[in-house]
């Protein structure tokens, strides 16, 4: 009904995006057989990035506080394009057009910004409206889309070890946020044990040793160019034994374009079957929300390839398309397990709905705490 032209656009765009990835580094020819376990050779590794201690002032901001930093750029974008196009304005089809438009260049996704656009027409058409109704009307939409999303990870303690499988495509913080996760369970008083199955790169094995250490986490790696398929089933084996609860494995990146690279996660999933028919009894896709709708096309060839049940979106930083998650949310509905603003291991949450729409929607501040 409105903005058709934008919409059109969209939908090229994303069909497009299917076709184009994040540059990734050369992955070599074929991996050779699966050598002794063993830790990679060379120099250590720097430790992976660590958060200053914050200021005071810093210390005493609120979580939805911190996400608005982290939504920044599509707060802002909202806001102002809001503004600008219902400021002393009726509700009529030409402002519920630019509204449409401004909506889906957010990253939102037709389906979401059809839905704002309907509701608003529904009770405001041909009258005054202002730019507070407007994004308070977003945040309702945008809340009541993501909120039967909101799933924190479960870990089934009657499984041991639970097997978290992390995909994802290269630099999407993926070994990062399995440190993160390490943190958070160790905390919690489970026994953790991670898999560096990127076995393409050093230094992502590297960096999982260098969390093992942090965390307590004993560390399953072999020497660069291992089988990865091999070292998921060793780890698997060796975690059974010991009675771990939770074993996180790290996957290579892999291009969703791929087919060859592709190929490889699926053989993951299948030698990992054979020691437990129920796991991987999560899937985690990592997604990083500055890719904006490079996404739709990561989530949907992860979840053929690999059974996604859970997304982790990373680096809402204030560089992030962060509307992108709704578009997700609409085509895929997978649960939304965490948000990461940040690099320290406090930056990395539990996903709440509420707060994202309000944050995305630049609702009012949280008042400060005392």
């Keep these: 009904m409105f903005g058709k032209k934008k919409q059109q656009e969209a939908l090229e765009e994303e069909a497009a995006s299917a076709e184009e990835a994040p540059p990734e580094a050369d992955q070599g020819g074929e991996e050779p057989q699966s050598p002794a376990l063993a830790m990679p050779q060379g120099a250590a590794a720097p430790l992976p990035p660590v958060s200053e201690p914050a200021p005071e002032t810093e210390k005493k901001k609120g979580w939805l506080t911190r996400l608005r930093d982290g939504l920044s750029k599509s707060s802002n974008k909202l806001s102002e394009g809001v503004t600008a196009i219902f400021t002393k304005k009726k509700l009529d089809d030409e402002t519920l057009d630019e509204l449409t438009d401004l909506l889906i260049t957010a990253d939102l996704g037709v389906p979401a910004a059809t839905r704002i656009t309907t509701a608003l027409a529904k009770d405001k058409f041909d009258k005054a409206v202002t730019d507070e109704e407007v994004r308070s009307a977003l945040a309702t939409e945008v809340a009541a889309t993501l909120a039967p999303l909101e799933k924190p990870l479960a870990v089934d303690g009657a499984k041991k070890p639970h097997i978290l499988l992390m ?48 965390t307590g ?154």
């Design 167 to 214: 995909v994802g495509v290269n630099g999407a913080g993926k070994t990062t946020t399995i440190g993160k996760l390490a943190k958070k369970f160790a905390d919690e008083g489970k026994s953790v044990m991670l898999a560096a199955g990127d076995t393409f790169r050093a230094a992502a094995i590297e960096q999982l040793q260098v969390w093992g250490t942090r």
């Design 217 to 370: 986490a004993p560390v399953i790696a072999r020497a660069v160019g291992a089988d990865a398929a091999g070292l998921a089933f060793d780890a698997v084996k060796e975690a059974k034994e010991k009675g771990v609860d939770i074993l996180m494995i790290d996957t290579a990146g892999r291009l969703q374009n791929r087919r060859e690279l592709m190929d490889e996660l699926a053989k993951i999933v299948r030698v990992i079957k054979k020691l437990d028919e129920t796991a991987p009894h999560d899937v985690i896709l990592t997604l990083d929300a500055t890719v904006g709708q490079n996404a739709l096309s990561q989530a949907q060839a992860f979840t053929e390839i690999a059974g996604v049940t859970g997304i982790v979106m990373t680096k809402l930083d204030g560089t992030a398309r962060g509307g992108v998650l709704v578009a997700l949310a609409d085509k895929f509905k997978l649960p939304i397990h965490f948000i990461g603003v940040g690099e320290g291991v406090e930056d990395l949450q539990n996903f709440n709905a509420d707060a994202f729409s309000k944050a995305l929607a630049a609702s009012p501040p949280e008042p400060p705490q005392n």
